[in-house]
């Protein structure tokens, strides 16, 4: 059973500052990774994958992977407090069946 | 807008009870995915439908049921309601078995709100 670590939070960054998110996943075969965001009430959306080690970023976001440490990570430049959400870092269950989410962790950025 | 609508958005049911959760997809998606999400959790994969037939199953018992209609809509059903069963029941779908961005481009329904006492 693969299983996604991810520190629950709350995270509280202030405004204007980088918010770093790190998953861990314990199937060393894995070999994409997603970041949804999902605010309070509403529904997940994907926000940034990756495939290849390294950093791959798309406007403020940042995603960084480490296959040789199993890790994961969501960075947030300029934090703004519509970043204010759970975080979710996700990776397929097996071939063509969907993903196994972590659990989330909170972002609050304080204005 | 993610396109795909459920129904109901929250139901209250008894324990034994069952229930049925509905979901309309994208036009063309062919693909389902049906997700738990209890409180301060992330989502549970339960199962996913592929041109209308079960390709996947995670960790769900077998009264958690599941059908896909060729509209391009899909209902869940849940027997024997038990209290841990309430929860957040999102509906996914893309088009295909990989979207364009791969197998993670799920697009969420807003998810039925159900709670059980």
């Known amino acids: 059973q693969k299983e996604v670590e991810q520190n629950s939070g709350p995270l509280s960054v202030p405004e204007g500052a980088i918010a770093s998110l790190n998953c861990t996943y314990s199937?060393?075969?894995?070999?994409?990774f997603f970041w949804y965001r999902q605010y309070s009430g509403k529904s997940p959306e994907l926000i940034m994958f990756i495939y290849s080690n390294g950093d791959k970023e798309d406007g403020r976001f940042t995603a960084q992977l480490n296959k040789a440490s199993q890790y994961v990570s969501l960075l947030i430049r300029d934090s703004q407090p519509s970043d204010s959400a759970t975080y979710l870092c996700?990776?397929?269950?097996?071939?063509?069946?969907?993903?196994?989410f972590g659990k989330g962790t909170r972002l609050s950025v304080i204005a | 807008e993610t396109g795909v609508t459920q129904s109901p958005t929250h139901l209250i049911k008894t324990r034994g009870q069952q229930v049925t959760l509905r979901c309309s997809s994208q036009s063309g998606h062919n693909t389902v995915s049906w997700y738990q999400q209890a409180l301060g959790q992330g989502p549970q994969f339960i199962f996913q439908?592929?041109?209308?037939?079960?390709?996947g199953r995670g960790n769900f018992p077998p009264r958690f049921s599941g059908l896909q209609f060729p509209n391009y809509s899909s209902e869940l059903n849940v027997n024997a309601l038990e209290l841990d069963d309430s929860a957040l029941y999102l509906c996914?779908?893309?088009?295909?078995?990989?979207?364009?961005?791969?197998?993670?481009?799920?697009?969420f329904g807003e998810g039925s709100r159900l709670t059980v006492l």
């Open positions: 439908y592929y041109r209308e037939e079960e390709n």
């Open positions: 199937d060393r075969g894995s070999q994409s």
């Open positions: 996914a779908s893309r088009l295909g078995l990989a979207g364009s961005r791969g197998i993670g481009e799920l697009f």
């Open positions: 996700a990776v397929p269950h097996s071939g063509n069946t969907p993903l196994v």
